[in-house]
């Protein structure tokens, strides 16, 4: 089969690799379709090392079951699903808490496991999702980062009415806006790409005005500590601030200001299973729900990966692959 390989930093090439095999417990999957995002490009960069090279990247995928591991109940060959890309043990205490998020053996898809930008891949049956054959496959390769977004809203506790600022509009900070939105809040977006600026707006969020603050919410996806300090100021007291982008510079905030601002930091860390990816999943099909693919800008197909993550650092929106 074809797979898209990372064979050093910033070198991407399209090779014949082995088929994977099915486990008892896994389904094989024909792969459709990949997403791009940004810890797709950290590794690319080679900010961020694989475990092994050559190296499947992608997490954000959707394709259809071709064969089911022996001991598989429930899906069935034929359904189109979409991959939950996280691997939790769902037996550790974290796990048995409900914040798998925090499973220190969560295997990560594309980053700690080889990835989905492959004609075939397998993956345990307890982390595909059934979806409809009819829903196009952009709106596939988002649900994903759709559900990190959504993840971040729901710890944010943020309620209809309220408004929030949103740093970055980059796919996630996009999807944030779209959930938000969605959700009845008001929101703010600063972003320094034009594009993205546009993009943002047409999905209902405002260019942030030099004069708005006391924001009694913050969602920051940049992760560049400059920019976080400045999205802090912005928070009324009692605000609560959602960190998504990473980075791992120390950020200059002091215990005083946060002290003094009565202000609650969350990092939001991916999503936890089995709630946040059935939501995502169950607004696919609503007829109220915006449409995900309203944030994707290009596809591309396999053969001109390299081109799309190219395409990736600056596009106006979220990039695939199709691999259908
Ligand atoms: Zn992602
Ligand atoms: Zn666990």
């Known amino acids: 089969m074809r797979a898209a390989v990372l064979t050093e930093p910033g070198a991407l090439s399209v090779v014949s690799v082995p088929e994977p095999s099915c486990g008892p417990g896994d389904v094989l999957i024909r792969m459709r379709g990949t997403g791009l995002c940004g810890s797709d490009l950290a590794v690319h960069t080679g900010r961020r090392r694989p475990p092994s090279l050559p190296w ?20 069935r060959i034929g359904q189109d699903v979409v991959i939950e890309p996280d691997y939790c043990c769902l037996t550790c205490e974290p796990c048995r808490a409900g914040r798998t998020s925090a499973c220190a053996g969560r295997a990560a ?18 982390f595909v999702w059934p979806v409809a054959a009819h829903l196009p496959l952009e709106d596939l390769v988002c649900v994903e980062p759709a559900t990190v977004a959504r993840a971040a809203m729901r710890r944010s506790g943020i309620a209809p009415g309220q408004s929030c600022l949103v740093i970055g509009a980059g796919s996630q900070g996009l999807l944030l806006c779209q959930a938000l939105v969605g959700h009845g809040v008001t929101v703010f977006v600063q972003e320094p790409n034009k594009a993205r600026l546009d993009r943002a707006r047409s ?23 400059g920019v976080v300090e400045q999205g802090l100021r912005r928070l009324a007291k009692h605000g609560t601030a959602v960190l998504i982008g990473m980075n791992t ?6 215990p005083r200001d946060l002290v003094a601002g009565q202000i609650t930091l969350i990092g939001s860390m991916i999503y936890d299973h089995p709630v946040d990816f059935a939501q995502t999943v169950s607004a696919l099909e609503s007829s109220t729900a915006p449409r995900l693919g309203a944030v994707v800008s290009d596809g591309y197909p396999l053969d001109d990966v390299q081109e799309a993550f190219t395409a990736a650092y600056t596009a106006s929106g979220k990039v695939w692959v199709d691999l259908s």
């Open 249 to 254: 510079a120390p950020l200059g905030v002091s």
């Open 203 to 225: 999905l209902g969020a405002t260019p942030l005005p030099p004069d708005v603050d006391e924001l009694p919410c913050l969602f920051e996806t940049s992760g560049a500590p």
């Open 109 to 126: 898809v594309g980053l700690t496991v080889p990835g989905l930008l492959s004609d075939y891949v397998v993956a345990p049956a307890a």
């Open 56 to 75: 499947i990247l992608g997490h954000e995928g959707t394709g259809r079951i071709v064969e089911l591991g022996s001991e598989v109940s429930g899906p």
